[in-house]
Every structure is written in C-alpha cells, then in structure tokens.
C-alpha cells in the first residue's frame, strides 16, 4: 500500500490522467478482472457460476475482484431480496463498451500464445 501522496503514487495518477492507455490498463490490471468480463459478455451470471468458471481464484479474491470491477463502474451488482440470497452480476453500460476490445484481446492471444 502506498502513501495517497508518494512520488510513486503521484506519478501513477498523472499519467493515468494524461494517458487513456495507462488508464485502461490501470482498470483492467488483476490477474482475473480480464476473464470475469469475457465471461459477463454473454449476460448475467451468480457469484457461484463466476466461481466454476475460476475454479483456480480463491473467494477473497473473486470478492476483491468484483468489488474493484464494481467501483470502476464496469459490473453492476444485482441483490435479490430472498431467502436463500441470489447475487447477479452483469456489465454496465460502460462495461459492455469494452466488449469488441475483449473478443480482440482473445483473438490475439490465442493467435500468440505459446504452446
């Protein structure tokens, strides 16, 4: 964790602010935020489904992960009032923007990668 007025964190702030590819990469930065988006591309999915999908993600940090998603207004989550409680989560309207630069990122990936 960073001091909110490091040089570090100072510097990170400007150039995100100057840049939109220092920015995109500073939302989507995480190991799993890239995959829990392509997976959302398709519509709603429940924690537990997100979950099958990442058997390899522990719960603190699907948690971690959604919740970051969230604040950055990518995902929205979805509250049912009922017992036992059913949680959704979908892309926002500003998530679903990223949708052509996901099936992108795929196509190259699977084009590049090793092995």
């Not at 979908?90 to 092995?115: C, D, N, P, R, V």
Request: hydrophobic share 40%; aromatic share 6%; net charge positive.
């Amino acid at each position: 964790m960073r001091k909110k007025s490091s040089t570090n964190t100072l510097n990170k702030k400007n150039l995100e602010a100057d840049c939109g590819m220092a920015y995109t990469m500073a939302i989507l930065s995480g190991r799993w935020k890239l995959s829990i988006l392509a997976f959302l591309i398709d519509g709603k999915l429940r924690y537990g489904e997100l979950k099958k999908k990442l058997p390899a993600i522990s719960e603190r940090m699907l948690i971690t992960q959604l919740k970051e998603l969230q604040a950055d207004g990518l995902i929205t989550r979805i509250a049912y009032p009922e017992i036992p409680p059913r949680v959704e989560y979908q892309l926002t309207e500003k998530g679903a923007t990223l949708k052509s630069i996901l099936i992108e990122l795929e196509k190259w990936g699977e084009l590049h990668k090793e092995g």
